[in-house]
């Protein structure tokens, strides 16, 4: 016959049976482990469990109110940690029992085998961590790269685009300086950015972290969208797309909460994306505008294929274009959201049942991008970080 001493033998379990408010009697077999912390532990005698075991106070006293109040029968502690009269630490557990209306507490030693179990455990969410960061610092290093690709490839469109204007032999000598020009400052930007890169990579690949805008730092939003149309209109002017800026403005010198390299080269995107699927003698519209929300709207669209119905969901995520879609590498529009998400803006794709176009005009493509007016109250703060990737100072 099976008896609860067999049971307590086979667990390396104690059970005590409450004879009044806190005070219990032992069952059955008394494990050798127990005396580390009941020294005078006998068969017969009475022993109050709070005073050997701190943990046990408070949860008799919530095994007790969880069966006056919701009829619980059965509480478990879970495990705990509890140093014992030699003061070594223990892993212990416990289960609270009511049987006929009277308490019964098991107490367990936990073995090692569990606590090597829980180590592997503890072990395995901590490379699942250090997997997750190498996973976001992967991500990192690919927006990295298609920005420098990105950074490195305007300059060089520029310049391929003014040498082609160049070759027009009726082109007055004021343009060819003006052209001339260009091509040097641009051939300046190039060897700036690979001084860049080179320091980034010699810095052991160092982070740079979107810092405060501040009244001297934030740019004027017109300028931005200025410079990048001046540095894509040789190679429209080549491919033979029109390029025009319409601004409804009450302030054009009207700064935004954004940083200004990294608001140019989403310009910069955006105007190359255009360009890419335009048809020859279209038209790429960019529109500077403010909404009774006293945000400055900046909208590039133009008059190409348009995205597919089937894209629109995924467009700003990584790779979700790509090369299938005549993109680089199907990271520009995904970095264009990371940017101005980041500066606590909003960038979206407006389909064409949503627009309000001229009769006759072609849907093609268009994106709408919403920042803060920097004088706006709140705005200035620290720029969102949440979304941190590396980038050339």
């Known amino acids: 016959m099976v008896t609860l001493a067999d049971v307590n033998e086979q667990l390396d379990t104690v059970t005590f049976v409450e004879t009044a408010p806190g005070t219990f009697r032992v069952e059955g077999r008394i494990p050798n482990w127990i005396f580390a912390f009941c020294p005078g532990l006998t068969s017969d005698g009475q022993i109050k ?34 140093r014992d009269q030699n003061d070594i630490e223990q892993n212990l557990s416990a289960l609270a029992v009511f049987v006929k209306g009277s308490l019964i507490i098991q107490v367990s030693l936990i073995p090692d085998e569990l606590r090597y179990h829980q180590r592997i455990f503890q072990k395995a969410r901590e490379y699942s961590l250090e997997f997750e960061q190498s996973r976001r610092d992967k991500e990192q290093r690919e927006v990295l790269l298609h920005a420098i690709v990105h950074d490195l490839s305007r300059p060089l469109t520029t310049i391929d685009g003014a040498l082609h204007v160049l070759e027009d032999k009726k082109l007055a000598q ?23 890169i080179l320091e980034i990579f010699q810095s052991d690949h160092q982070v740079f972290q979107a810092g405060a805008v501040t009244e001297d730092n934030a740019p004027v939003a017109l300028v931005c969208v200025e410079t990048a149309v001046t540095n894509f209109a040789p190679i429209f002017r080549q491919e033979n797309v029109n390029l025009v800026v319409t601004k409804r403005l009450r302030n054009p010198k009207q700064k935004v909460v954004a940083e200004e390299d990294q608001l140019q080269r989403v310009f910069s995107n955006l105007l190359e994306n255009a360009l890419r699927f335009s048809p020859k003698g279209s038209t790429v519209t960019v529109l500077l505008e403010e909404d009774a929300a006293q945000r400055l709207i900046i909208t590039v669209t133009d008059q190409g294929p348009g995205v597919p119905e089937g894209m629109t969901e995924s467009l700003f995520q990584r790779f979700s274009g790509g090369k299938d879609y ?18 606590g803006g909003d960038i979206s794709y407006i389909a064409p049942q949503h627009r309000q176009s001229s009769p006759g005009a072609r849907d093609g493509a268009s994106f709408r991008i919403e920042l803060s007016k920097f004088d706006l109250p709140g705005a200035g703060n620290e720029v969102n970080n949440l979304v941190p990737f590396p980038r050339p100072e």
């Open 49 to 82: 469990l709070a005073e050997s075991f701190i943990f046990l106070g408070g949860f008799i006293e919530q095994a007790h109110e969880e069966h006056d109040s919701q009829g619980s029968d059965r509480i478990g502690s879970g495990p705990w940690t509890e």
């Open 174 to 196: 004021v343009e060819r300086d003006k052209l001339e020009s260009l091509m040097e400052s641009q051939i300046a930007s190039a060897q700036e950015m690979v001084n860049s």
């Open 326 to 343: 005549g993109g680089r590498g199907g990271l520009g529009l995904y970095y264009c959201h990371m940017c101005i998400e980041r500066w």
